[in-house]
């Protein structure tokens, strides 16, 4: 047996250690350095590496982020465990929300439009190939914006602002199925429950809240809230509502079975979003207006953290002055991550929502403003990948888009088709103003005060309140 030089948990053979020897200078390198330089370097990851991935405890989420970007009218696909953009697509102009489907294949854009340019178009996005699959025209109806794929994902719900409706949509033949009034003007957002028996809107106008059933027209009826009623989300079961007022800066928390029942979450300056986690657990609200981003126990709606957005590299076009403006948000499948957008910084941030922090951001295009998380197909829930029957197109046609808006040249049918290659290289962005921007493109403060007889308001900011202008309100 060959003799050992024993050093301290490291045991090598003399011809072992005469070749470390030759391998180092010796006036550069005391004898013993190198075995007790292998040794520390071992032990600094035996002690080290646990702390590091305890300090990460929730891995990053397996699946997609779609970010719309209002000014550039594109949308930034990027991958949500590495933080890298895929790609940057062409959308409609103004695009405002996205939503994903539950199995993780497919993402659609709403199309809002600009100032005096009502959009009527959504843009359906291959997520695994990064692409842009088709466009779907409306027809007459405008204003699309909030959106959410119902159970199967065959069939998206999506708000028609000027048609004081929502529209359900069979995506597999591109044809709206079912038209139901909301009865509220400027219905602005949407929330549907895991079941998808009911959808809930938002109405800015009218400060109140519509509860609807997706498969009865008639169904529907209107609870009023507060007032400028924007930011709305639901709990999984369906049995608590959030609304978020923009004009008192409180969050109104219902139940839609007994509108006696509500509580009230006070000290926001003007929450924008809300979106509770599938889980139940919690209800992450965006808040522009203080640069903030909040966590809430949605059970006991008690405050779990209060995230202040660093105010570093702010633009001078923020939506809020001063601001990162946090405004988009949406959840991982598993209820362990929240993303937001940071308008007033052209990102999307990843907020860790058990220990309550930002983890990372990513570049977003110009004015980001809605998000959707598209889980990894091999990770979405199997119920998701059940099929629905399609429904019965609804008979009466729609009628001819003006002019202005008619479709491209050349094709008869309602849809477009732009190719399915991604727009990985964009020329410089367009000169397409935002919808809250004025014809001068001067900024539109979001909350404007009122006018005191909002149906004979003419004034420039709300010239075209007639095509839903949140701003008249």
Do not use: K
Not at 331 to 346: C, H, M
Not at 391 to 408: C, E, F, G, I, K
């Amino acid at each position: 047996m060959p003799h050992l030089v024993r050093l301290p948990t490291l045991a090598c053979s003399r011809p072992q250690l005469a070749t470390l020897r030759r391998a180092v200078p010796r006036r550069a390198v005391p004898r013993r350095a190198v075995p007790r330089r292998v040794h520390l370097r071992w032990v600094t990851a035996a002690v080290f590496l646990p702390l590091a991935v305890r300090a990460q405890d929730a891995p990053w989420p397996r699946g997609t982020l779609i970010v719309s970007n209002m000014n550039d009218s594109t949308a930034t696909i990027i991958d949500a465990a590495t933080g890298r953009v895929r790609a940057t697509v062409r959308t409609g102009a103004g695009p405002h929300e996205v939503a994903a489907s539950h199995d993780g294949r497919l993402a659609i854009v709403s199309n809002y439009g600009v100032r005096g340019a009502p959009g009527h178009t959504l843009t359906v996005i291959d997520v695994a190939r990064a692409a842009v699959a088709r466009t779907i025209d409306l027809g007459h109806y405008r204003r699309p914006h909030g959106m959410h794929f119902l159970p199967g994902d065959t069939l998206l719900a999506v708000t028609a602002e000027t048609d004081q409706a929502v529209l359900i949509l069979d995506l597999r033949t591109d044809r709206i199925v079912r038209t139901l009034p909301t009865g509220a003007r400027v219905s602005h957002m949407l929330a549907v429950p895991a079941a998808g028996d009911r959808i809930f809107t938002a109405n800015i106008a009218e400060g109140s809240v519509s509860v609807l059933d997706p498969a009865d027209t008639t169904a529907g009826r209107t609870v009023a809230v507060s007032r400028a009623t924007e930011a709305i989300g639901v709990a999984p079961d369906g049995r608590r509502v959030w609304v978020g007022s923009n004009q008192d800066s409180v969050v109104v928390v219902l139940d839609p079975n007994d509108v006696a029942r509500r509580d009230t979450l006070r000290g926001f300056g003007m929450p924008y979003r809300i979106v509770v986690t599938p889980d139940g657990r919690r209800a992450v609200i965006s808040d522009p207006m203080r640069g903030e981003i909040r966590i809430v126990d949605a059970g006991t709606l008690v405050e779990q953290a209060r995230i202040a957005v660093p105010r570093d590299s702010l633009l001078p076009t923020a939506e809020v002055p001063g601001s990162p403006s946090p405004e988009g948000v949406a959840v991982s499948t598993d209820s362990r991550w929240a993303f937001v957008t940071l308008q007033g910084r052209n990102r999307v941030v990843w907020v860790d929502l058990e220990r309550g922090v930002i983890a990372r951001s990513a570049p977003t295009g110009t004015w980001s403003d809605g998000v959707a998380f598209s889980p990894a197909p091999e990770t979405a829930p199997l119920r998701a990948r059940v099929r629905t029957p399609a429904p019965a197109p609804a008979p009466a046609p729609s009628p001819a888009p003006s002019p202005a808006l008619a479709p491209v040249a050349g094709r008869s049918d309602a849809r477009t088709r732009p190719s399915l290659r991604p727009s990985r290289s964009l020329p410089e962005p367009s000169s397409v103003r935002s919808a809250r921007n004025d014809a001068a493109g001067r900024h539109i403060h979001p909350r404007a005060p009122p006018p005191v007889d909002r149906s004979a308001c003419g004034c420039a900011r709300c010239r075209d309140a007639r095509d839903g202008c949140r701003h008249c309100v």
